[in-house]
């Protein structure tokens, strides 16, 4: 992994320098309609990230860093005409909606900033719904008691082991984060895309869920994260500033 | 499976879903309770007509057929037929044996005069006898002071043969409801309100009858003084209110229809200064009951009926001598039961239908609620079909968890209805028997009670600066406060009127026909009221969604 492993200043205009580009994007735009007001949030964004590379994206607010998180993770359509995005050899633009959907939950992990738990399901089931999403009826009876024990593992990895039988509610901004790293991780994605996951922790427990992703690069995860604190960006293998729409 | 996970979660976590299914349910117990009293209703209109009047009758009112009991041969000659019987039916006024003193009361009667014997083998009628020893399993669950307990053996005459046990003399069967001592209690049996006037403790009445000649013109009226043997029910109001049944051969005597000699009027007289007898004029009767060998249905009994009159009339008309030669068969009425009580039966089941139309609007009530319910759960739930899109969810998944939960809210909610229905269908006598009352005290009290208690408990939420609460329980308050009034207020409405609907009690059996169709209808619209929020939620964009606050 060392070798793919880049210094801050070793990519430039967001290109890893390793030759094995997990995934990518290639001057891709996004306008929104606001109204009757175009608001172009991306203006053909370039950015590659090589497999096990942690990635920071870094940039001030309504720069258009959650955006293209979410093109990359197949989340949001890039605008047509314009670049592509390509995870693998594939241009993930061309995917039709199952595809996309097989995309989002094997390929991809998510972290928000906000945790996004779904507030009626406890730790155990939080964790495992990426997997429950995987298969039908009757598969998810055959794999249960493995993919249980993966979350277990998970979880108590991520100091939860009393959590599971909890619903979000009842758990601390970090524990809840943790549970939705746990979740991101369920399904052994190839990336694991996070927004600002420490947006919304103090600096204590903000430093803890680092702790964790570090461990999952060290572990070989490739990682793209968006934070507007450069701190924070320090972490990664690699920072890139996204500035009006445009990676610098 | 997250589907159904979430369905669930969803469905056993909020109030929302739970008024949904409330509004399913009532909307689903109002169909079948209102279906189901008028199929019950129907029903017994049917079974007590075929009961009450065998399956084929054949009629010639008023001067009746002549030579009936040669038809009767010919019909019980029929493999078809098992038993036919011989009736007289008219109308006349019954002179009641009170109140005391000589001013009587009158009352306009419809007077069946019958062969007991064989009138009881083609009707229910022996069933129908209301005043008897009370069976083991009747004695069980009957009141300790119903009034039949007190019957002895030996006590009442023999209503199979109208005979008083003790003079001998022929006497009449009664409807339960002619005369207005008998009072209907609220478990359906009847109590005299004066027990020196239970009639057939001793009882007579006199009945007097108006024959008409042939030439159609009133002849004197004719009077029998008769003692009441028994008193019959057979749940349908109008004969209980106004039949009175007789000996056919008294029935014949009031009205001039016994056999007769017959004299020439219009010759000389004999040597005794009497008119000269030409011949003997048959007894007649005007219906023949006809009831079906096991296994034949009315229309085949009818047919052969039918031809068995034909064969009657052409043995009777080509004798020599005859003096009375029977109406021909295009004259006679010959009908099944069916289409005797066509003009009843009719215009009730057409009724029916409008009323399945009519609550079927209801259905297009309960998609409207789960919509409108739906809609707000999708509103709501929108972060959260963001989340499920972000970890790989399709949209058909989305669409599968609300389709999905309006389908189970559809099913609970048509079996809590069910069951709903079931009390209220399986009670209905009870509860109509209460409406028709005055509400008790303490039901008023104690909704004024549980109204004060939520008023002050409005109070201390609003001391307590608990907006929510205060209101809630003021709503409570004012609710509670609403039912006690109208308690206190009501004043017994008999809603069921058995004059209007014939039958002294109300239905209480469930349609299934009507609950199966009911619970597939409450289903299928629960998934259609949840259909259109499901493909809101399919479509929401799941960007928009994760941002959604």
Redesign the interface.
């Known amino acids: 992994m060392n070798d793919l492993t880049m210094t801050p200043a070793a990519g430039q205009q967001g290109q890893a320098t390793g030759r094995d580009v997990i995934l990518s994007a290639h001057d891709v735009a996004k306008t929104y309609q606001m109204g009757r007001v175009e608001v172009k949030v991306l203006k053909g964004a370039s950015i590659e990230l090589a497999t096990g590379e942690w990635l920071s994206i870094l940039g001030s607010s309504g720069s258009g860093k959650s ?1 293209l998180l ?1 093109l990359l ?1 197949g ?2 359509q890039a605008d047509e005409g314009g670049g592509g995005i390509r995870y693998r050899q594939q241009e993930i633009t061309g995917f039709n ?2 595809q996309l ?6 390929s991809v992990g ?1 972290v ?1 900033q906000f945790y ?6 406890t730790v155990m ?1 939080n964790t495992v ?2 997997a ?6 009757l598969k ?1 009876y055959r794999d249960r008691a493995e993919i249980t024990e993966r979350a277990r593992e998970l979880l108590s990895q991520f100091g939860l082991d009393h959590r599971l039988e909890h619903r979000p509610r009842e758990l601390s901004g970090g524990e809840r984060q943790r549970t939705a790293i746990a ?1 991101a991780l369920v399904n052994q994605p190839s990336i694991l895309l996070a927004d600002e996951p420490t947006g919304n922790l103090d600096a204590s427990t903000g430093g803890e869920i680092l702790d964790l992703i570090k461990q999952q690069h060290e572990q070989g995860l490739s990682i793209i994260m968006v934070t507007h604190d450069s701190t924070i960006a320090s972490q990664a293998d690699r920072q890139v500033h996204l500035v009006d729409g445009i990676v610098q | 499976m997250y589907q159904a996970l979430l369905a669930n979660r969803y469905l056993t976590s909020r109030i929302i879903p739970l008024i949904a299914v409330a509004a399913v349910a009532l909307c689903v117990a109002l169909v079948i309770i209102v279906v189901s009293v008028m199929t019950g209703f129907l029903d017994m209109l049917k079974s007590s007509g075929k009961t009450l009047m065998g399956d084929v009758i054949v009629g010639y009112p008023v001067r009746g057929i002549p030579h009936y009991e040669r038809l009767i041969d010919e019909i019980n000659g029929l493999s078809t037929a098992a038993v036919a019987s011989p009736l007289i039916d008219s109308y006349g006024l019954l002179r009641m044996p009170y109140p005391e003193g000589d001013d009587k009361e009158v009352v306009t009667v419809q007077v069946w005069g019958i062969q007991p014997e064989s009138f009881a083998g083609v009707t229910g009628m022996a069933d129908s006898i209301y005043w008897k020893e009370l069976s083991e399993q009747e004695a069980a669950t009957a009141r300790d002071d119903d009034f039949r307990r007190r019957i002895k053996p030996g006590m009442l005459g023999d209503s199979l043969t109208l005979t008083d046990p003790v003079t001998g003399r022929r006497g009449a069967l009664m409807g339960i409801h002619v005369s207005i001592v008998n009072d209907r209690q609220q478990d359906g049996s009847y109590e005299p309100k004066f027990d020196h006037w239970w009639l057939p403790g001793g009882h007579e009445v006199t009945l007097t009858l108006v024959p008409i000649s042939s030439k159609g013109s009133i002849s004197e009226p004719r009077d029998r003084t008769f003692p009441i043997i028994n008193e019959f029910h057979t749940g349908v109001y109008q004969i209980d209110k106004s039949r009175i049944m007789i000996p056919l051969e008294d029935a014949q005597h009031l009205l001039r229809l016994e056999e007769a000699i017959k004299y020439d009027t219009s010759g000389e007289l004999d040597e005794n200064g009497r008119p000269p007898v030409i011949g003997t004029s048959p007894a007649r009767a005007t219906k023949i009951l006809v009831r079906a060998a096991d296994g034949v249905t009315p229309d085949e009994l009818l047919a052969d009926v039918r031809m068995a009159y034909e064969r009657f009339w052409m043995k009777v008309a080509a004798e020599d001598g005859v003096m009375e030669v029977p109406p021909s068969r295009e004259l006679v009425t010959m009908l099944t039961w069916e289409q005797q009580l066509r003009d009843l039966i009719g215009p009730v089941e057409k009724e029916r239908e409008l009323m399945r139309i009519l609550f079927s609007i209801i259905y297009l009530v309960c998609a409207g609620l789960v919509l409108s319910i739906f809609w707000a759960i999708v509103y709501e739930k929108t972060r959260d079909i963001g989340i499920l899109r972000s970890v790989g969810a399709s949209r058909l998944g989305i669409l599968w968890i609300f389709l999905r939960y309006g389908m189970v809210i559809g099913i609970l909610g048509s079996i809590l209805g069910v069951g709903l229905a079931y009390l209220v269908v399986s009670n209905i006598n009870e509860i109509h028997d209460a409406i028709g009352q005055d509400a008790p005290t303490w039901s008023w009290v104690a909704m004024y009670s549980f109204g004060l208690a939520a008023a002050i408990g409005m109070l201390v939420s609003i001391t307590r600066s608990r907006v929510l609460y205060a209101i809630i329980l003021g709503l409570v308050a004012i609710s509670l406060g609403g039912v006690a009034f109208a308690l206190q207020q009501h004043v017994g409405t008999v809603i069921w009127d058995p004059a209007v609907y014939y039958f002294s009690t109300l239905p209480s059996q469930l349609d299934f026909f009507t609950v199966i169709i009911t619970m597939i209808g409450a289903i299928v619209f629960s998934i259609l009221g949840a259909a259109v929020p499901a493909a809101k939620a399919a479509d929401t964009d799941p960007v928009k969604a994760l941002r959604y606050e």
């Open positions: 955006t979410h993770g989340l949001d909606s199952r959907n097989t995309y989002r939950n094997l998510f928000f996004h738990l779904l507030p009626e399901l089931e719904l990426p429950m999403v995987a298969r039908g009826r998810w979740r």
